[in-house]
Nanobody, 121 residues
């Protein structure tokens, strides 16, 4: 069983910073890609940042402010968020495109439980 567990959310003032972490655990053969999504109240879930191998991609709204990185040895992905604004307030979800052990190379989508990020003065 593969699990993704996020941490690092919280309340921060506008202009502040936060770092989110997401650790993948369980019987993992390999991780193809990981990403961060977010969902604000009344809005659809949207892709924030994506990392696969050495490639990254960002939503236009966070480009230049957020940085996604990955520690392959720890099966962990991070999202460093700078210059936060109230528009960044949302539940942030970790996503993993993962091949579990014993799956015969089948890839599965995994999601974390979400962590709340609130930007407010």
């Amino acid at each position: 069983q593969v699990q993704l567990v996020e941490s690092g959310g919280g309340l921060v003032q506008p202009g502040g910073s936060l770092r989110l972490s997401c650790a993948a655990s369980g019987s993992i053969f390999s991780i193809n890609a990981m990403a961060w999504y977010r969902q604000a109240p009344g809005k659809q879930r949207e892709l924030v940042a994506f990392i696969s191998g050495g490639s990254t991609n960002y939503a236009t709204s966070v480009k230049g402010r957020f940085t996604i990185s990955r520690d392959n040895a720890k099966n962990t992905v991070y999202l460093q968020m700078e210059s936060l604004t109230p528009e960044d307030t949302a539940v942030y979800y970790c996503y993993g495109d993962i091949i579990p052990d014993g799956s015969r190379w089948r890839r599965f989508d995994y999601w974390g439980q979400g962590t709340q990020v609130t930007v407010s003065s």
